[in-house]
């Protein structure tokens, strides 16, 4: 087998004759490639790229909280106009852009993407996806996406009204210097990656459901295909709402459109601008996105607490703890995930009556979480874990998930949000959650299943040196924010040292921006470790893991069309340390009664 | 996996450097929040312990498990039903005390029948305003704008009384810029709103904030404790100058805050012309 080198640069993979299916040629099999696998890690690598260009943003925020108008190192000639500083308008610009590249450019389309595409037909057991060419749609929708966010910057520095672009910022040109053509791109890029998410979403749901190999019954789907179903649910009911908020908001900006007024009440004077004339109402947008983007935090968290749960069982040697609540409470999570929404607004003026359902709603949406945290522990107490980097990712990912977790408790409790809401405290709690669970998930992942994308295995010691760096730097980047929170440090502040209550922050900014730049650079390790495995790696057998599922029984890399044959499943995934079996683990498809031990398929070559 | 050790330990020692609240909460309301902060602050360290060590736990003995030469065998299990009930019904009883203890600290913050307007309404008239007036008990209107608080206080009628605050502007009405001046001691309520874009009203001392939306009057209601000087910020992005945003609340006895609105009044008025006697 060749290594697959799906960027969309000139890599000269040779083909391989793929069993019954004719070699497509280099543009149908690497550029416009309707196999979900290429698709997945063309999704994977841009995604990669992606979080690079999403952490060089961070790091201009840091930059500016920690050193306030001192010229960056390196980078500080490109503001030379400036005298090398951050200006305030560029700092706006910088969270915005961070915040919105990290998560419609990195952390959706990296777990629903990458890992949804390349993983589902294979743990199901299908030959691929039930429309290959929507799937391939769903990735080159992320193009233009890309290309008017990056348009955006043209104007006027780029968006500037934060990822959430509240109107009446965000709906008047006049409001911000970002808030010109900048926001309108934004807008157009916002829909477009809505229109990659929903197609990639409703091919997930349809291969689910029909095109489960023989004896996949739903209780014996691994847990990642159940957080992919589930997510596809969430992202299929939420998103429609953001689009229609979003041409809504593009409605009333274009002057040469219908002129509406959805957000836009009268009477306002914006930088010295006639007077608006309206009617609208800006908390429509913020119950609007809301109502989008509560959700969507689960659809960034769901996927990989599917993907934890695999690796913990494998890694452990050991059947997952609670199969049966992990997935009721995945689902409950996306159930309350759709009534919490209005937990983003109790300062925002909303009737207050309201406030009280959603803490409530919100408070006990823990509950799933928590029986998440439990099962997983469960899982890992009694077996024998194998401390390699894949396995350290998702210790980490419950570690610091516990945290995320019980931040949250803090302001989904009014009264206690009402101080801390819109202070670092907020910033903490979901960079531990998206970032501290997340990605730290999706590095186990990369690591996990790699193996299965190119055949060859990366360095469990490069990962784990890339895991304990980025460990120390996340901590001492994101555990401060707490502190600066309670101390009452706002978000979104250029300068939080022009109050005087806040001067003495400044050197707790300077460490966690030390931290942030130490995290950084790790990331090099994993981009080194990545590129140079997928050529230089040790090869492996399909099974490099002893896992269970379907996906470690077609060839690594798998052909396109995945199996030699179309498995069946006699039990679930989750068989490791069976005491009536001789290997510690049993392959979904080994047929009972067969000879212990012995293999399904003759060894790969 | 030593960071939870870590993490307590700057937790512990955060208050005495000043790594937490800029001051204790100045206000009644802002106290019983910081009461509910610590008894969620309670819960979560002993469960953040709590997992913490099981975590670390699991994770020792099934290190040792694997030590070369251990013949323990791997726990063979699909889970336990009798945990599961636990350990989901003892959660949800701690969340559900907490989610149902929050409540009446918001509903005097927020409910507008809740507010204390006989307490408003008292010092009101203790300052000689007619109360029988239909109206708000507001005593100063804040209107955010980029960048700046723009405060309108009532004025005065021509017997020296002080008028109550009329939701239009009057010709009597007086003006400050970033300078909210309210009385200390008492519950105050003022009336925000925005002139453009949306703002958010933010008293870190006193543990109060309410964004300003563009279109709404929002009444906001607080009480300080103590006569003194406060901070006041914007919590919500309004632009590039967001940070600069800046102002000062100072609280003063009733009877000062009047003078100091006097005082106000004569410089507002004040013609420049110098009478004379002809």
Known sequence: MSTISPTVDTHAGHGDDHGHHHDPGFVRKYLFSTDHKVIGIQFLITTLLMLMVGGALALGVRWQLAFPWESMPFFGPLFASQGGQISPEFYTMLFTMHATVMIFLVIIPILAGAFGNFLIPLMIGADDMAFPTLNMLSYWFMWPAILFFGLSFLFGGGPAAGWTSYPVLAALAEAAPGSGGAQTCWLIAVTFIGVSSMMGSVNYMTTIINMRAPGMTLFRMPLTIWSMFITAILQAFALPVLTAAGFMLVFDRLPWSVHSTFFVPSGLVVNNAEPTVGGGQPLLWQHLFWFYSHPAVYIMLLPAMGMVSDMLACMSRKPIFGYKPMVYSMAAIAGLGFIVWGHHMFTSGMNPALGMTFMISTIMIALPSAVKVFNWIGTIWGGRPQFNAVFLNCVAFVSLFIVGGLSGIFMAAVPVDIYIHDTYFIVAHFHYVLFGATLFGVFGAIQFWFPKMFGRTMSDTIGKWHFVLTFIGFNGTFFPMHLLGVAGMPRRYADPYLHPYLEHLLPMNQLMTISAILMGFAQFLLLFNFLYSMRFGEKCSRNPWNANGLEWVAPSPPPHGNFESVPVVYRGPYEYSHPDHSDDYWLQTEPPGAQPGAKPQAAPA | ?278
Not at chain 2, 189 to 212: C, T, W
Not at chain 2, 215 to 242: M, N, R
Not at chain 2, 260 to 274: F, M
């Open chain 2, 1 to 278: 996996m030593f960071w939870p050790l870590a993490a307590l330990y700057l937790c512990w020692i955060a208050p005495e450097r000043g790594w937490w609240f800029p001051s204790e909460a100045m206000s009644p309301l802002g106290q019983r929040i910081d009461d509910l902060f610590y008894m969620i602050l309670i819960v979560t360290t002993v469960v953040f312990i709590g997992t913490q060590i099981a975590l670390g736990y699991v994770l020792w003995t099934g290190a040792r498990r694997t030590d070369p030469g251990n013949e323990e065998t791997t726990w063979f299990s699909h889970g336990s039903h009798n945990l599961e009930v636990m350990w989901t019904i003892v959660p949800a009883g701690i969340l559900l005390y907490i989610a149902l203890y929050q409540i009446d600290v918001w509903r005097e913050f927020r409910m507008r029948p809740y507010f204390p307007q006989e307490q408003m309404t008292a010092s009101l008239t203790r300052m000689g305003v007619d109360t029988d007036v239909p109206g708000d008990r507001a005593l100063a209107e804040v209107t955010a704008r980029q960048f700046e608080w723009r405060i309108r206080y009532p004025g005065f009628d021509e017997d020296g009384n002080l008028l109550p605050l009329m939701t239009d502007p009057q010709p009597t009405d007086l003006y400050t810029v970033n300078d909210l001046h309210l009385p200390a001691g008492v519950p105050v309520m003022i009336n925000l709103l925005s002139g453009d874009v949306q703002h958010s009203f933010f008293l870190p001392e006193l543990r109060v904030k309410q964004d300003a939306v563009p279109g709404l009057v929002i009444p906001v209601w607080f009480q300080a404790e103590k006569s003194q000087t406060y901070d006041l910020l914007c919590a919500e992005l309004c632009g590039w100058g967001h940070y600069k945003m800046k102002a000062q609340f100072v609280a003063e006895p009733e009877q000062e805050w009047l003078q100091w609105l006097r005082e106000l009044h004569e410089l507002q008025n004040e013609d420049g012309v110098e009478e004379t006697d002809e």
